[in-house]
């Protein structure tokens, strides 16, 4: 029998379910809906398209075959029968269809929050999401040429998006609410990128609520809490983003964490022969083993992996996301994993953080650049529970976050990740990789808090 | 009660256990002894010194300050007298001495392998091992400005010397009897890495025996097998080394793999209140799950953490080793970690091996290079069993096989690589990192062979 395996989504989880189904089984009918023409492109990419380093925006597709794979662009689901097993559709160009599926994958992504502004719709405002966002902020940059240019939002895309501007020539300013940049990492590691960023010019704004934007003359008016008054010719708006439900809701799925539909490991969404995945569903956190709201390419990509797994009948489950995260701004990186103090402490453990500073490579060796590690632990167990790192674009942090997050991935103790059997050349690190010392480090300054049990001494 | 632990050994192992009994127990009185004069210094840093990259040899030492240690340098142990529980010493300036312990680590490391070479102490003829040695060749490089060498060995200490001496601007022969350079990964990495060498112009003779070295008025003359013939004013001989053990034996503790003291996971050697660590000891192999003989600065640092700990009378193992290397050859770097496919096959298993060739970030942004993956697994449990990567210096190549090493570590099967949640940004990574791409690759190809069973579809 050769199933038939309709996903609506031609983003990272759509595809990589797709991908994955023809890998299982080259015979299945497998066929993809996208609303528009941009399959499987990298919406990660689209600052780097703004800033002019990715030239062409074409280069941003992650593929651009789909050899056994029936993609869809320009058809938009509008509708899930489940009786009948069928989605209607409303194509640009043959208008209404009614496409049977016999496996059904949802995987229709999350869009940007409307943010809390008196006419955020006016010309020269942009939320960045698609394809055919990123192109309209391009037209725009190149008729209108925009001198000055406000962010709201200081998360990943819009200290990205300042970057960008910033390589464009472009006086940015970034306006946030939170109590500074950055908020997925601590504040120590906050305040440093700030200065950064205003080490390049740009002006940033925190404890911000951006209230207004109005047209005055040739310019736009952006004002808010604080007395924040900034003149522009561009904004961008980056508050964060919600899934898109709506047609799953439709159906009589269930939702979950904020919004997001339900699902379990195998990405069944419960309702029978259909699945969910990537932005629009739920994300199974291996540390905190339960549901979680964590949109993220690298997640939506497994997501949708495993539900084309499932799909095609094999038995695997989403191994879990630990929100393992990286960004470059400027010449900086910043990565973390796992949960920060405040999370781990939300969520019923006895965390401790110890921030440690290292040079990624030894010392003696030319172009050692210093590492600020923070490995939050907990003081009952001593079980790893997070880790943050900063450093020098080129010193190898995001691979480091990486030997975190598989030493997370295992629940090990922050005294065992001292046993992993690391590299080692003067050039690129030292015997003890700075991951280990700061483990060490997070050991020996957790033996004078009060709770903790030695977990060497056991 | 304050023990006195009394360390055999200056060096990775010897000053490791020293630091971790002095962070278990501030009040223990801890000796160590060192032959010369140069404590925990980097021996892995002396061809950065000798290239000139490193300019002063005193930046070499791991550390200076050894706070609550008794670091005795001139100072060579002769004798340990098990029954007495005293070491015989015979010390620089004050001559014979008898030291007690109440615990003893033998860290004796280990010492090159003497050439089977006619006349090779001429001057001239290096071996590189010790600080001494490398203070002989940086005296001999100043003084007789030699304009080319001779290289005997194509192993990591033998290559970065090749690259060592061309940045001083010599003309460098790597002589090597194996039938590539860098045996320690396949053939297939070992060629390209010849290809670097000579594109450096560096010349390369493998399947060479280097038999004679002659004094030719004011050259030297070494040939060997294959008609090798080539004159130089310098010979350095990197062809392995072998464990110190003979304080050991005389003490009459056992000997395992190579040569090597015989230990437990614990670093007991067997004989009460001795320890051993270090390159003079055996290696548990984590994934082997026995003793073998892998002497490594890492392994060393590990090995001594566990025997101070020990010693101090905490209960922790020495978790293993899997042979995790990484070594920077010009603008390359190369790692490896566990098994190669040859390995693999003596030792039992399976092995099946693919090799990927995959960007180390998204092609759009700018600078992405190529990295090469081997991955190896079992075609019948689909267990990893190894990993080698090759790429370009800056492309986190290091910490990438850290996240194999992370793997092995835990016994992950190539699929669950996949699994791992890992950072991305397109500047750094891709959604899937090519380490997973590479298990996928891995995953994907073993299908086809006669004796998988698909580790998916279980």
């Known amino acids: 029998m050769t199933p038939r395996f309709l996903i609506i989504g031609g983003s990272?989880?759509?595809?990589?379910?797709?991908?994955?189904?023809?890998?299982?089984?080259?015979?299945?009918?497998?066929?993809?809906?996208?609303?528009?023409?941009?399959?499987?492109?990298?919406?990660?990419?689209?600052?780097?398209?703004l800033s002019g380093e990715t030239p062409d925006w074409r280069s941003l597709a992650h593929r651009t075959e789909f050899a056994g794979i029936s993609v869809r662009r320009g058809h938009?689901?509008?509708?899930?029968?489940?009786?009948?097993?069928?989605?209607?559709?409303?194509?640009?160009?043959?208008?209404?269809?009614?496409?049977p599926y016999d496996k059904l994958l949802i995987a229709t992504g999350a869009s940007p929050v409307a943010p809390r502004i008196d006419s955020w719709q006016l010309p020269g405002i942009f939320l960045l999401h698609t394809m055919k966002d990123s192109f309209a902020v391009h037209e725009y940059l190149d008729r209108a040429k925009p001198r000055r240019a406000v962010i709201v939002g200081a998360g990943y895309i819009g200290l990205e998006m300042a970057d960008a501007l910033t390589h464009r020539g472009i006086e940015v300013t970034v306006a946030s609410r939170t109590k500074t940049v950055l908020a997925t990492v601590d504040s120590e590691f906050g305040e440093t990128v700030r200065q950064e960023l205003e080490h390049h010019g740009i002006a940033v704004s925190t404890n911000v609520e951006v209230q207004r934007i109005t047209q005055v003359s040739d310019h736009?008016?952006?004002?808010?809490?604080?007395?924040?008054?900034?003149?522009?010719?561009?904004?961008l708006i980056a508050v964060g983003v919600k899934p898109n439900a709506t047609l799953g809701i439709e159906a009589g799925l269930q939702t979950g964490e904020k919004g997001a539909l339900l699902t379990n490991r195998k990405m069944e969404s419960g309702a029978p022969d259909i699945y969910v995945a990537g932005d629009c569903a739920e994300t199974w956190h291996r540390l905190l083993k339960r549901h979680t709201y964590l949109p993220l390419g690298t997640t939506a990509h497994k997501q949708g992996r495993t539900a084309g797994e499932t799909a095609l009948g094999l038995h695997r489950e989403f191994a879990g996301s630990l929100g393992t995260q990286v960004v470059k701004i400027f010449n900086r990186v910043i990565a973390r994993t796992g949960l920060r103090q405040d999370e781990a402490q939300r969520e019923g453990f006895r965390p401790f953080t110890v921030e440690s500073t290292l040079n990624d490579h030894k010392a003696y060796y030319p172009g050692a650049t210093q590492l600020r590690a923070r490995v939050t632990a907990d003081l009952t167990?001593?079980?790893?529970?997070?880790?943050?790192?900063?450093?020098?674009?080129?010193?190898?942090?995001?691979?480091?976050?990486?030997?975190?997050?598989?030493?997370?991935?295992?629940?090990?103790?922050?005294?065992?990740?001292?046993?992993?059997?690391?590299?080692?050349?003067?050039?690129?690190?030292?015997?003890?990789?700075?991951?280990q010392m700061a483990s060490q480090a997070w050991s020996l300054q957790s033996q004078n808090q009060p709770t903790k049990e030695s977990s060497c001494a056991r």
Chains 1, 2 share one sequence.
């Open 381 to 435: 167990t001593g079980r790893l529970l997070g880790a943050q790192l900063m450093g020098t674009w080129g010193a190898e942090v995001s691979k480091r976050i990486d030997i975190f997050a598989a030493a997370l991935f295992h629940e090990m103790t922050v005294d065992e990740v001292s046993d992993l059997d690391l590299s080692y050349t003067p050039p690129l690190s030292s015997p003890w990789d700075p991951v």
């Open 220 to 235: 736009l008016h952006v004002s808010g809490s604080q007395g924040f008054e900034q003149d522009c010719e561009l904004v």
């Open 76 to 99: 938009r689901a509008t509708r899930i029968n489940r009786h009948s097993k069928t989605v209607e559709v409303e194509a640009e160009v043959k208008g209404h269809l009614s496409l």
């Open 12 to 49: 990272d989880a759509g595809i990589s379910a797709a991908l994955r189904a023809q890998e299982i089984n080259p015979e299945a009918e497998i066929e993809v809906l996208l609303e528009d023409d941009f399959p499987n492109y990298s919406i990660c990419g689209l600052p780097f398209y």
